[in-house]
């Protein structure tokens, strides 16, 4: 195995910000991020609208395996290098029923969590940085006059020194 594909809610703060942290951690295979919704995951997964990846985090291998909820989190915590002991703690038969519920829980309240947190979607970001680019926040303007300038006022000016 050498590439996990993990779709993605790309819609939801906290789905969009595990994916920046899972992308910046080092990694023993490469991990692409899909929004679940996307023409690109119809490609890579044919059955994706079956699966009901809206509801819990799908993973699929390049092997053609496909984990989801708990086992797709242990599945990304198995890629990172750091976290790999952790994956097969959670994988345990002893930790798989909690580690179910909690994904489980977080999966169902996932927007609300978003909220809470104040984290913000890709696709929020995204329509942030395109009505960004179109406004001319960057364009040059030619300097004011001196007498438009407004007048600084120096420390003397307020008596505050001497």
């Given at each position: 195995m050498n590439t996990l594909t993990l779709f993605y809610d790309a819609r939801c703060?906290?789905?969009?910000?595990?994916?920046?942290?899972?992308?910046?951690?080092?990694?023993?295979?490469?991990?692409?991020?899909?929004?679940?919704?996307?023409?690109?995951?119809?490609?890579?997964?044919?059955?994706?609208?079956?699966?009901?990846?809206?509801?819990?985090?799908?993973?699929?291998?390049?092997?053609?395996?496909?984990?989801?909820?708990?086992?797709?989190?242990?599945?990304?915590?198995?890629?990172?290098?750091?976290?790999?002991?952790?994956?097969?703690?959670?994988?345990?038969?002893?930790?798989?029923?909690?580690?179910?519920?909690?994904?489980?829980?977080?999966?169902?309240n996932r927007i609300g969590l978003s909220r809470l947190l104040g984290f913000q979607s890709d696709a929020e970001l995204l329509a942030v940085a395109e009505r960004d680019m179109q406004e001319p926040a960057c364009e040059l303007r030619p300097p004011r006059p001196a007498a438009a300038r407004p007048r600084t006022r120096r420390l003397h000016d307020l008596d505050l020194i001497d």
């Open positions: 703060g906290l789905c969009s910000r595990v994916r920046q942290w899972l992308s910046s951690q080092p990694s023993y295979v490469r991990l692409e991020f899909v929004p679940y919704d996307s023409p690109e995951a119809e490609r890579r997964l044919p059955s994706i609208r079956h699966l009901h990846a809206d509801q819990e985090i799908l993973v699929m291998a390049d092997t053609g395996e496909v984990w989801q909820g708990a086992g797709a989190w242990v599945m990304c915590l198995w890629a990172l290098r750091e976290f790999r002991a952790w994956s097969a703690r959670l994988a345990s038969p002893a930790m798989q029923g909690m580690a179910r519920k909690v994904v489980h829980w977080i999966s169902q």
